[in-house]
């Protein structure tokens, strides 16, 4: 594993997939394929204006609304073709990444039906967190690699989701023998380390290089810029640095706002930048607890819309690497899914999945 963390291309990927005889040959969206053949600059940069924010934008169907809802054309959930999902273990890892996940998800390598079609479209991108050692060797998470050797799917392990979130009911231990907590920096990221290097071994040995590792960082813990950097771990030891950024939660946004003017974001950013580790937004969503369609007269709606196109316009201006963005959305957070509500917000995020 690499400190830049690339993700294979699609092209790439059929001849890993090939190369080490996974379960099938799986053909991936290739984006942007005039890129690789535009003859002049403007060909080129006309491409690149059509480029989403991100390599991946997702939907993260928590529980409700779940991924086949969100991604199901004419559902009033629908939020365009999620490309991505991020799946919680709170305890320790499972034997097999197709196990259910701690809040009843289908695990990323999931199959269904009778052709064993994996629930999950081998093309997207799979978060996958945990928030416990089962013991000092952690053989669970042996087991777990071992399952990913035959999955088709790019995987980023993460462990202990959101580290930084002191009020993280989910609770991050580094021993579950022991009950030893991560919940002082010292801690998390002795343990990060471990767990990181083991994964890169494994990787290594198994000539494999679908499972990268990084790190998911509670963007609230920097909005006071008093928190410091302390729970970020060495750029060595991931190959992304991710955020869950929730703008306008304790304050709602009411007018349209850039994500550039989110202090949470930014300090973060700062405590992130200048090791040549992409980042990304595993969690996002505006006004998440204030979804109310009526606030101000309406202007919630607009603000969120035009507050996720101001958003998709800095994120390309200053993030042209990103590796992930995330639309957070259980239980309406992001959205007020109710039939017929918020049709610009939703319209703003389908254009933000299509690069438009």
Known sequence: MTASGALIEPKE????????????????????????????????????????????????????????????????????????????????????????????????????GTDDSYVYPPSALCIITY?????????????????????PHQIILVFCNEPDNGTNDNGCICDLGTKTSCSTPGNFITEFETESDEVTDFEQANNASNVRFAEDSWAGHYESGTGGCNFIVPSQYVSYYLADVYEGRGDPITTPESLGQDTGWTNWISCTSGNDVRHGIAEFAINCGNEQKSLDNGKYEEAVAQSFSEDDTYLKANFPGLVVWNLWDSGGCALDNLPGDEPDSLAAWQNIESGN
């Open 13 to 112: 990927e059929r001849v890993r997939l090939a190369s080490h005889l996974r379960k099938l040959a799986y053909p991936a969206v290739l984006t942007l394929l005039s890129l690789a053949f535009a003859g002049g600059a403007s060909a080129q940069a006309q491409a690149q204006a059509q480029a989403p924010a991100a390599t991946y934008i997702g939907v993260d169907a928590y529980s409700s609304p779940t991924w086949a809802q969100v991604g199901e054309s004419g559902s009033e959930y629908y939020a365009g073709s999620p490309q991505s999902e991020k799946f919680f273990y709170k305890d320790g890892l499972p034997d097999s990444d197709a196990d259910t996940t701690s809040n009843g998800v289908d695990g990323c390598g999931a199959t269904q």
């Open 131 to 151: 928030n416990a050692v089962t013991s000092a060797s952690d053989t669970n998470l042996q087991d777990f690699l071992e399952s990913t050797l035959t999955d």
